[in-house]
């Protein structure tokens, strides 16, 4: 089984930058579509951005151009990198497999605020 640790989320302002992680607790992971999540309050979870074993990546429309997935396979840590951020943009945000497939992991509380 698969353990998900994200960390890196903190509160920031609009247009401000944070760097989110995510390791992995097995090698599998190199073999799998990884993707970063984020559910905001009263919302559901959504699919934000993905990365192949390939290094191929695809983001949703909202943070298209702001936001950079990568993964480093050695490590077995993803990583989002979060550019001028908004507030609609706070969330607990999670990474998994695409589809998702293993435990959720405790996720990592972003917030833009002013």
């Known amino acids: 089984q698969v353990q998900l640790v994200e960390s890196g989320g903190e509160l920031a302002q609009p247009g401000e930058s944070l760097r989110l992680s995510c390791a992995a607790s097995?090698?599998?992971?190199?073999?799998?579509?990884m993707g970063w999540y984020r559910q905001a309050p009263g919302k559901q979870r959504e699919l934000v951005a993905r990365i192949t074993n390939a290094g191929d990546t695809n983001y949703a429309d909202s943070v298209k151009g702001r936001f950079t997935i990568s993964r480093h396979n050695a490590q077995n840590t993803v990583y989002l990198q979060m550019d001028r951020v908004k507030p609609e943009d706070t969330a607990v945000y999670y990474c998994n497999s695409d589809p998702a497939q293993w435990p959720w992991g405790q996720g990592t509380q972003v917030t833009v605020s002013s």
């Open positions: 097995r090698t599998i992971f190199r073999f799998y579509v």
